[in-house]
């Protein structure tokens, strides 16, 4: 049983239009985080957040908002979309922050057309 | 901040050989240091970790070695398979703050 699902594991979007990633791990996990995967970038760090709180934000545009509505829960709502956002998004999870190594979700292939 | 550099982009290895992938950092507090690896068009899972008070670690066909003075360590990876076929990616991390990623390396195992 995989034990952080994503979804939808492929999504296609207008331009202009609004999407919300889903993230949930049952791996009772504190800290849980975004990833972006593109052509551009490999791996490219967005959020952190730990204890439900938001740790650390690499992500320049306010169009990308996380929302952790439980503990285990970690979605992305992207405004405003663009082609340029593009990618396979990647949720992850540890028991803490920064000491315990990562278990990555399948990921979510965002295309906007 | 952190930042952590995978020397090599892509690295090509015969069936049997050793492929060695080599990385740097900056931060010298860094003290946790993970291997991840990437199979063509699925997530990326953990193989391997080292922490900062050993300089050698292995796993089966895989070990690392942490060089602190010169903030650079190495996955090794012995008697290379074609499963072994991946992007492998490298991280650093204090241990208090999150884990910062290289660039990854793509290595391709030749039959």
């Known amino acids: 049983d995989p034990k952080i699902i994503q979804k939808p594991k492929y999504l296609v979007a207008v331009t202009g239009s609004e999407k919300i990633l889903i993230c949930e791990q049952y791996?009772?996990?504190?800290?849980m985080y975004w990833y972006r995967q593109s052509a551009k970038k490999p791996l490219e760090f967005m959020f952190s957040?730990?204890?439900?709180?938001?740790?650390d934000n690499q992500t320049a545009s306010s169009r990308f908002q996380p929302q952790s509505s439980k503990k285990n829960h970690l979605d992305l709502q992207i405004t405003a979309l663009k082609p340029d956002d593009s990618a396979t998004y990647f949720c992850?999870?540890?028991?803490?922050?920064?000491?315990?190594?990562?278990?990555f979700g399948s990921g979510t292939r965002l295309l906007v057309i | 901040g952190e930042k952590v550099e995978q020397h090599e982009s892509t690295l090509s290895v015969r069936e049997g050989d050793s492929a060695v992938i080599n990385c740097t950092y900056t931060?010298?507090?860094?003290?946790?240091f993970p291997w991840y690896k990437q199979e063509a068009g699925k997530s990326l899972h953990f193989v391997i970790d080292?922490?900062?008070?050993?300089d050698r670690k292995q796993s089966q066909r895989l070990i690392v070695l942490l060089d602190k003075k010169a903030k650079r360590f190495s996955l090794h990876i012995t008697a290379t398979q074609p499963e072994d076929s991946a992007i492998y990616f490298c991280?650093?991390?204090?241990?208090?703050?999150?884990?910062?990623f290289g660039d990854g390396t793509q290595l391709v195992v030749k039959p």
């Open positions: 992850a999870s540890s028991h803490v922050q920064g000491n315990s190594d990562y278990t």
């Open positions: 791996l009772g996990h504190n800290a």
């Open positions: 957040y730990s204890y439900q709180k938001l740790m």
């Open positions: 931060d010298t507090a860094s003290s946790y």
């Open positions: 080292i922490r900062s008070n050993v």
């Open positions: 991280a650093a991390s204090r241990g208090n703050n999150r884990i910062f």
